[in-house]
C-alpha cells in the first residue's frame, strides 16, 4: 500500500459534484491498494462476506441491496481496528449460460465472462471495500479443479456413491433437480412442471451428518433459517417394525412409524407406487390397474403427490398383510401420497390418528378404527368400525382404546410398551428416522464441473480420475442441443478415455456437478483465491480467517446453499483438512428491493430499476444511503424514486456544512500520519484507538448543545450499525445535520471543527466518496479517512442539563415542567415546582393534594379532590 505524500484536490466545481468526485476516490483507493487484505496478527481479524452473485449480465438494484449495505458495515468494523477481509467473486456455472447458448449461438464461456466483466464494472461503482486481489470465478479450471479433488475425497471416504433413483426431472431444462428445486411441482428455474425419471446418479452422503448438522450451538442465526433447517433434515424418534404379508411367509414389509401407540388401528397397508415389492404382491387381476396407476404417479414430482388439497388416489394390489399386534388380515394398496424416498416407503395406515388415511378412507370406503381418543377410555366400543362419534382424525395424544392389553395406557406409556413388546418379539426396533435425503449432484448439462471418473471397458469398473489428471477440462467445441444428456456425451474426445488401471479404452463421466458444489466452499478459496496446491485453499490463511465472522444473503438459500456448505465444512474437519466445523459464525438475511410498484421486480411488469441511471444523476453514496434509508434491512420494501433525492439534500447538506464554515482545519495540510483529534477513548491524538473530544471551556452558546448532540449521535450510530439498523443510524444523522444547521452562528470554531470532523467520520462508512473528498480533499486531514479510528462518545457530554417533566392531574396531562438535570431525583422539589405553574395553581385552587405520584425524570401525578 502506497502513502501519499499530497493530499488531492478537492473538487475542481468547488460544489458537491458526485460524478466527479466518486471515480477518483474509487481509482486512488485502488491503486493505493487500500483494501488488500492480508493476515496480521497484531489485529483482531474480520471475515465479512456476502453471498456472491450469480453471473446474470446486469447488477440490478438488489445486488446493490446486499452489497452496499453490507459494504457499509465492513467499513465501519474496519475503523473500529479490525483487519477486515471482504472479497468478491463470481457464481459462474449454471443453467442460464448453456440456454444463451442453445438460443443465440453463443459460447456458455464467452457469455459468461463478458457478464462477468460487464458486473464487474458495475459492482467497483459501488466504491467497496472489496479485495479485487482475491477475485474468483467458478467456472475457471482454476477453481474447479479442487471441486474435482473434493470429489474424489469424498469417494474415498465413501461419502459419494452413484446410485439408481428416481428423480425430479425438467422437461423444459432438460435436467435433473434436487428436492430443493422443485417449488409447488416446478422447476425453480424455467417454471416447467416437473416429472419423475429412474437415472443412475451421483450423490453425497449428507445424511451421515444428519445428526450433527442440527446442532446450531456454534452459531449465531436467525431463528427462521435455523428452524427451516430443522424442518428439512426432519428429525423424528419412532419404531421400524415388520409386518407379515398373508400366504407368503417370506415376504415382510417394512413399516417405520412415530406413533406406535395407534398400530392396533391399521385397517390396510400402503406402498409407495415405486416400491420394490409390488409387482410381487400384486393379484394377476388387479396388475393393469396397478401398471397404469404407477406411471400416473410416475407423471407427478413429489411436491404435487404430498399436495395438501390433492384428491387422494390409490388402487389394492390384491394382497393382504397381516398387523403384528393383533393377527388381523388388512388390504394392502398403492398410493402416491407415499413416497419410495422417505422411511422405508410404506406405511401402516391407521384412518383414526392420520389426516392423510382419514381421507383415503373416506375415499375408498375404507374402516376407521378409534384407538386413542382423549381423556379415558369409557364408553368405547372395543370392536372394530367407525366410532359413531368419529368425524376426524384425532391426532394428539391421548388415552389408548381397543388396543388389547395397551388399552387404557397414556399414549406415552403405551409407546414404550409397545415397543418393548416388538423388540422382544424380534419383529421391530426403537430408532432415529431424518427426513433428508442425500444430495444428488449429477446434472445432465455442459456448464458445470466435469465429474471425475471414468468407466473401464474391462474389469475395473469404475476408476476416479487421478489427482494428477486434474482438472478434466470442459471441451470448448461441445454442441448444445436440449437432448435430456449432456453435451458432453456425443463429444467423443471428451468421452473416449484410457482407463488408468489397466490402460485398456474407458468412457468418462458425462454429467456435470450440481452448481451448489461450487458454493458450498468458496469461502475457503478467497483468503488465497489463486493457491495452486491442494487442498485448493491456504490452510494458514484459512485458519487466521474462517469461519467467516459475518455472512449476509437471502433467507431463500437455508436450506440448499447454507444446509449444504455446513455439510461440506464438516466433512472437510473429518478429513483432518481445518479444525472448526461452522462455515458461518453470524448470518443476516436481508430483504428485498421491490418495484415502485410494490411488486417483485421483473421485466415484464416494467419495474425494474437500472441503479446505473442513478448513479449517473445522484451518485453511488446517494444510492446507497437511499437503499438503507428505506427501512430496515431485513425488511426491504418498495423502490421510491421520489425518496431518494431526501437523501441526496442530506449529502449536500453535508458538503455544505464542511465546505462553508472558514474554520481552518488542515493542521498540517495532510501531510502528517497523526490522526485528527475526534471524539474517543482518552489519550494522545492518532495513539490511541480514538482520541477524546476534549470538553473545554467556551463562551459560545452553542457549544454545549452541539457538542450533547454530537456524543450522543455517535452514541446512536455506534449501536445501530451494530445491530444492522442502517435505516435509524441514516436518520441519526440527518438530525445531527439539523442541530448542526441551526447552531451554527453560535458556536466556537473548536466545536464546530470537532463536529465537522465527527460527522464525517460517521458518515464515512454509508457514503465513503464524499466523506474522503470532504477529509481529505477539502479539510486536507491525514488520507484515508477510512483509515481512521472509529469516535467513541462521552458519557458526561451526553448528559442533559435539564429535563422535561410531564405534570397530570387526576391523571390527565396538564403541563410540562422543565428542571435541571441535578433536581430530578427530588420529588418534594418537583412538586413545589409544579404547583407554582399558573396552570396547575388554577386546577388546584380551593381543593386540596390528596396524593403526589412521582416516577423520578419520568412523570408527576396529583391527585386533587
Not at 450469480?54 to 473500529?80: P, V
Not at 442441443?481 to 471428451?494: V, W
Request: hydrophobic content about 40%.
Amino acid at each position: 500500500m502506497t502513502t501519499p505524500t499530497t493530499a488531492p484536490p478537492p473538487s475542481a466545481s468547488g460544489g458537491y459534484q458526485p460524478t466527479e468526485i466518486e471515480p477518483r476516490w474509487q481509482r486512488r483507493w485502488e491503486d493505493d491498494g487500500l483494501y488488500v487484505a492480508a493476515v496480521d496478527s497484531e489485529r483482531p481479524h474480520y471475515y465479512a462476506l456476502v453471498m456472491f452473485p450469480y453471473t446474470s449480465g446486469d447488477l440490478h438494484i438488489g445486488h446493490w441491496y446486499n452489497f452496499g449495505i453490507a459494504d457499509a458495515h465492513a467499513r465501519y468494523k474496519r475503523m473500529q481496528g479490525f483487519n477486515v477481509l471482504m472479497p468478491m467473486g463470481f457464481d459462474a456455472f449454471g443453467l442460464p449460460a448453456e440456454n444463451a447458448a442453445i438460443s443465440q449461438g453463443t459460447h456458455p464461456h464467452a457469455w459468461t465472462m463478458r457478464n462477468i466483466e460487464r458486473m464487474e464494472r458495475q459492482i467497483r461503482s459501488i466504491g467497496g471495500v472489496y479485495d479485487w486481489s482475491k477475485e474468483l470465478a467458478t467456472c475457471l479450471p482454476e477453481y474447479y479443479r479442487w471441486n474435482q479433488w473434493f470429489f474424489l475425497k469424498f469417494y474415498e471416504q465413501g461419502l459419494a456413491y452413484r446410485a439408481t433413483a428416481p428423480v425430479n426431472w425438467c422437461p423444459q431444462d432438460q435436467t435433473v433437480l434436487a428436492n430443493e428445486q422443485v417449488v409447488d411441482g416446478a422447476c425453480e428455474r424455467c417454471g416447467t412442471a416437473v416429472i419423475r425419471r429412474d437415472l443412475t446418479q451421483w450423490f453425497f452422503k449428507i445424511t451421515d451428518y444428519a445428526e450433527e448438522l442440527l446442532d446450531f450451538s456454534q452459531i449465531d442465526w436467525p431463528e427462521r433459517v435455523e428452524t427451516m433447517q430443522r424442518n428439512w433434515i426432519g428429525r423424528s424418534e419412532g419404531v421400524e417394525f415388520r409386518i407379515p404379508v398373508d400366504g407368503q411367509p417370506d415376504v415382510e414389509i417394512p413399516v417405520y412409524t412415530t406413533r406406535v401407540d395407534t398400530v392396533f388401528g391399521i385397517t390396510w397397508v400402503v406402498l409407495a407406487p415405486e416400491h420394490p415389492l409390488v409387482d410381487r404382491l400384486t393379484a394377476p387381476e388387479q396388475r393393469d390397474a396397478v401398471r397404469a396407476y404407477q406411471e400416473q404417479a410416475r407423471r407427478q414430482s413429489e411436491i404435487e403427490r404430498l399436495a395438501a388439497d390433492k384428491e387422494k388416489s390409490g388402487v389394492p394390489l390384491g394382497s393382504f398383510a397381516v398387523n403384528p399386534a393383533n393377527g388381523e388380515r388388512v388390504p394392502i394398496w398403492i398410493a402416491d401420497y407415499v413416497l419410495l424416498t422417505y422411511g422405508t416407503g410404506a406405511i401402516m395406515a391407521v384412518p383414526a390418528s392420520d389426516e392423510r388415511d382419514f381421507a383415503f378412507a373416506r375415499q375408498f370406503n375404507l374402516p376407521i378404527r378409534e384407538v386413542v381418543c382423549p381423556g379415558d377410555a369409557h364408553g368405547h366400543d372395543p370392536v372394530r368400525g367407525v366410532h359413531p362419534e368419529l368425524s376426524e382424525a384425532y391426532l394428539e395424544p391421548g388415552v389408548v382404546v381397543n388396543s388389547g392389553q395397551f388399552a387404557g395406557l397414556a399414549s406415552p406409556d403405551a409407546k414404550t410398551r409397545i415397543a418393548e413388546l416388538f423388540e422382544e418379539r424380534g419383529i421391530g426396533q426403537r430408532t432415529v428416522k431424518y427426513r433428508l435425503r442425500d444430495w444428488l449432484i449429477s446434472r445432465q448439462r455442459y456448464w458445470g464441473t466435469p465429474i471425475p471418473m471414468l468407466y473401464c471397458a474391462g474389469v475395473c469398473g469404475i476408476v476416479p480420475v487421478p489427482e494428477e489428471d486434474l482438472p478434466v477440462v470442459l471441451p470448448q467445441d461441445a454442441e448444445f442441443k436440449p437432448t435430456g444428456e449432456s453435451p458432453l456425451a456425443t463429444h467423443p474426445s471428451f468421452v473416449n478415455a484410457t482407463c488408468p488401471r489397466c490402460g485398456g479404452p474407458a468412457r468418462r463421466e458425462t454429467d456435470t456437478m450440481d452448481t451448489f458444489m461450487d458454493s458450498s466452499w468458496y469461502f475457503l478459496r478467497f483468503p488465497d483465491a489463486h493457491y495452486s496446491q491442494p487442498p485448493g485453499f491456504d490452510p494458514e490463511k484459512v485458519a487466521y480467517w474462517m469461519p467467516v465472522d459475518q455472512y449476509m444473503g437471502g433467507v431463500e438459500h437455508a436450506v440448499l446453499h447454507l444446509l449444504y456448505s455446513r455439510f461440506f465444512t464438516r466433512v472437510l474437519r473429518d478429513l483432518g483438512l481445518i479444525e472448526f466445523s461452522e462455515p458461518f459464525t453470524r448470518l443476516f438475511n436481508q430483504g428485498a428491493i421491490l418495484g415502485p410498484d410494490g411488486f417483485r421486480m421483473s421485466k415484464s411488469r416494467g419495474n425494474v430499476v437500472n441503479p446505473d441511471d442513478y448513479v449517473r444523476k445522484l451518485g453511488a453514496d446517494a444510492v446507497r444511503c437511499y437503499l438503507m434509508f428505506i427501512g430496515p434491512w431485513e425488511g426491504g420494501g418498495p423502490w421510491n424514486p421520489q425518496s431518494i433525492s431526501g437523501v441526496h439534500k442530506f449529502l449536500r447538506d453535508v458538503w455544505n456544512l464542511a465546505t462553508a464554515d472558514g474554520v481552518d482545519h488542515s493542521g498540517d495540510g495532510g501531510q502528517s500520519g497523526e490522526a485528527p483529534i475526534v471524539a474517543g477513548p482518552a489519550g494522545e491524538a492518532g495513539t490511541e484507538p480514538c482520541a477524546r473530544l476534549e470538553n473545554r471551556a467556551n463562551n459560545s452558546s452553542g457549544d454545549a448543545p452541539l457538542r450533547r448532540a454530537v456524543h450522543q449521535t455517535i452514541r446512536g450510530v455506534t449501536e445501530d450499525l451494530d445491530k444492522f439498523r442502517f435505516n435509524t443510524m441514516l436518520a441519526k444523522l440527518m438530525t445531527l445535520r439539523n442541530v448542526m444547521q441551526e447552531l451554527r452562528g453560535s458556536v466556537s470554531d473548536e466545536v464546530w471543527s470537532e463536529a465537522v470532523r465527527t460527522m464525517l467520520l460517521l458518515v464515512a462508512p454509508s457514503a465513503p466518496h464524499i466523506a474522503e473528498e470532504l477529509w481529505t480533499g477539502h479539510l486536507r486531514l491525514p488520507y484515508s479517512i477510512h483509515q481512521q479510528p472509529w469516535p467513541v462518545w462521552d458519557e458526561a457530554l451526553i448528559a442533559e442539563d435539564e429535563v422535561t417533566i410531564p405534570i397530570t392531574v387526576n391523571g390527565k396531562p396538564r403541563e410540562m415542567l422543565r428542571i435541571h438535570a441535578s433536581r430530578r431525583d427530588d420529588q418534594e422539589y418537583v412538586r413545589a415546582e409544579a404547583l407554582e405553574r399558573p396552570k396547575i395553581k388554577a386546577l388546584v385552587e380551593g381543593r386540596s393534594v390528596r396524593r403526589v405520584v412521582y416516577v423520578p425524570g419520568k412523570v408527576l401525578n396529583l391527585v386533587v379532590g
